[in-house]
């Protein structure tokens, strides 16, 4: 689960990137958001809409609702928002940045993740990775002026995503299939307003975009969001994090290949020390993982 993640939303920046080129972006977010809702919801009929074990309570309630914002809706308009002023690359590689902002949410909102010495020391490591990531010219610019604010709109990306896995770990038990798809239900009817207020009525793309937004909907958002709800639910959202590693690696790869994007030193130190950081607080993870292999 952690490597299929991994590789598969790596690519998904690259994919996004190329989507932009025939749709707006907010509407390119419920493209992709309503595709998978519209998909999640028939499997989640034939299995019964089974949802929550036991009748949730109103804290319940308002933990989905908030997971439904933070891990579909605003993340996807944020990267889409931002895409258009940075590289796929960057936006992949800002992503690694979920591992560390994990890290101090789960210690004080998830039992048994307590934050050591050894968290901290990679937790500082990887921060000034992403100073670096955020504040040097990591990418080439792509003459837009917003750039800097298209970064800021990756990191608050990340951030949905790492207040999101803190969050859904704190849910009661729940079908997995169930989960994913309310989740996106959650996500369409936000985004789909604020793409109609923003960008007006939606647009007419062409073939390509719309078979680009089918894939961006089938593959990254419904399949892989029931990956990680399963892998959130079973394993935590620190483990969950390990996906980490291999997002900005791949997102960074497929860009310089794909879309000849170009790889100056500035990026590699921010990845390196990123990477770094997670690596060193994450190994109590890692020795996990690598044990339930050999196992």
Do not use: K
């Not at 952690?2 to 939303?9: D, E, I, R, Y």
């Not at 919801?41 to 908030?66: D, E, H, K, Y």
């Amino acid at each position: 689960m952690v490597a299929t993640l991994g590789v598969t939303w790596g690519a998904t920046f690259m994919v996004i990137e190329i989507a932009l080129t025939g749709i707006t972006p907010f509407w390119l977010a419920a493209g992709r958001i309503g595709f998978a809702a519209a998909l999640m919801t028939v499997i989640w009929a034939l299995r019964g809409f089974r949802l929550f074990a036991q009748r949730p309570g109103a804290g319940a309630s308002a933990m989905l609702l908030l997971v439904g914002m933070l891990s579909s809706a605003i993340p996807f308009m944020l990267l889409s928002w931002g895409q258009q002023f940075v590289t796929s690359g960057f936006a992949g590689v800002s992503m690694a940045a979920v591992a560390l902002m994990v890290l101090p949410l789960a210690h004080v909102f998830v039992p048994g993740e307590h934050l050591t010495l050894r968290r901290i020391a990679g937790f500082l490591i990887g921060f000034v990775g992403v100073t670096v990531l955020i504040g040097g010219q990591a990418f080439a610019s792509t003459g837009a002026t917003q750039e800097g604010l298209g970064r800021l709109a990756c990191l608050g990306a990340a951030s949905c995503y790492a207040l999101s896995s803190v969050s859904m770990r704190r849910l009661p038990p729940v079908d997995p299939f169930g989960l994913a798809t309310v989740l996106l239900i959650i996500g369409c009817c936000l985004v789909i307003p604020a793409a109609w207020v923003v960008e007006g009525p939606p647009p007419l793309p062409d073939t390509r975009t719309l078979m680009v937004i089918a894939m961006l909907g089938l593959i990254p958002t419904a399949a892989a969001n029931v990956l990680r709800v399963l892998l959130i639910r079973s394993a935590g959202p620190t483990f969950m994090s390990l996906t980490n590693y291999i997002v900005p690696v791949c997102s960074v790869l497929f860009g310089a290949a794909i879309l000849s994007e170009p790889l100056p030193p500035s990026l590699l130190m921010a990845l390196t020390l990123i990477l770094s950081g997670v690596f060193l607080s994450q190994w109590g993870a890692l020795r996990r993982l690598f044990g339930q292999t050999s196992a």
